[in-house]
């Protein structure tokens, strides 16, 4: 417990937290999108993956303390690294050098505090029915479509989409770097697998709110 604790005071501890955090993140992405994409086919589908999931019982639960608690560490992490980062550079640079520092790094920690606060909204307006117009409980589907069918929701659910692939590509190059998986000869496959991966679970959820918005869905 003790050298755990040692790696989690080093700036390194708490990239590799952010690393294996932000993996078990891609995977409940992974399934989120599949799961949501079904709104296309048949909204009643997003009714029957939401029975299935509650019928899981105890093991729902713990899937979501597990993926509640990597959210949390990310967060913690990422905000002591910024503190870490800031003392040891107190004075804002003269000159910023975009050469070395994409976009997506650069607004990496504006785009984290936006998820943050659509993370919040998200549960309030799809799971609870806060801020929904009418909401129905346990009709998944229906009320993805009519709640994301509000202008300015489905305006907020695009930006966060956005601001979600550029946090991910940028997270999926980093990963290999931090776990010690980089190397030039990998380069060109590690820029693809991120930004490929970003526009695939990125785009197909800011397909969703588009659709909904253009009435596409229903």
Excluded: C
Aim: hydrophobic share 60%; charged share 10%.
């Amino acid at each position: 417990m003790n050298r755990i604790l040692a790696l989690w005071r080093t700036a390194i501890g708490k990239k590799v937290v952010m690393a294996l955090t932000g993996l078990i993140g891609l995977a409940f992405l992974v399934s989120h999108v599949i799961s949501n994409l079904l709104v296309f086919t048949d909204p009643h589908h997003l009714d029957e993956w939401g029975e299935f999931l509650r019928s899981l019982g105890p093991a729902l639960w713990l899937a979501r303390a597990v993926l509640l608690g990597a959210v949390v560490l990310h967060i913690v992490a990422a905000w002591q690294l910024t503190q870490q980062a800031r003392a040891a550079r107190p004075g804002a640079y003269a000159r910023h050098d975009t050469q070395v520092a994409t976009y997506a790094a650069r607004t990496m920690r504006w785009g984290g505090v936006l998820l943050a606060v659509f993370i919040v909204f998200h549960i309030l307006h799809l799971t609870w029915g806060q801020f929904h117009p009418d909401f129905r409980e346990g009709e998944v589907g229906r009320n993805l479509i009519t709640g994301l069918a509000v202008t300015p929701v489905a305006l907020f659910y695009a930006v966060a989409m956005l601001a979600l692939g550029a946090h991910f590509a940028h997270g999926v190059w980093s990963v290999f770097q931090t776990l010690g998986l980089n190397h030039p000869a990998w380069n060109r496959a590690r820029i693809a697998l991120a930004v490929g991966s970003a526009v695939l679970i990125a785009g197909g959820f800011l397909a969703i709110p588009l659709a909904a918005l253009l009435g596409v869905l229903g």
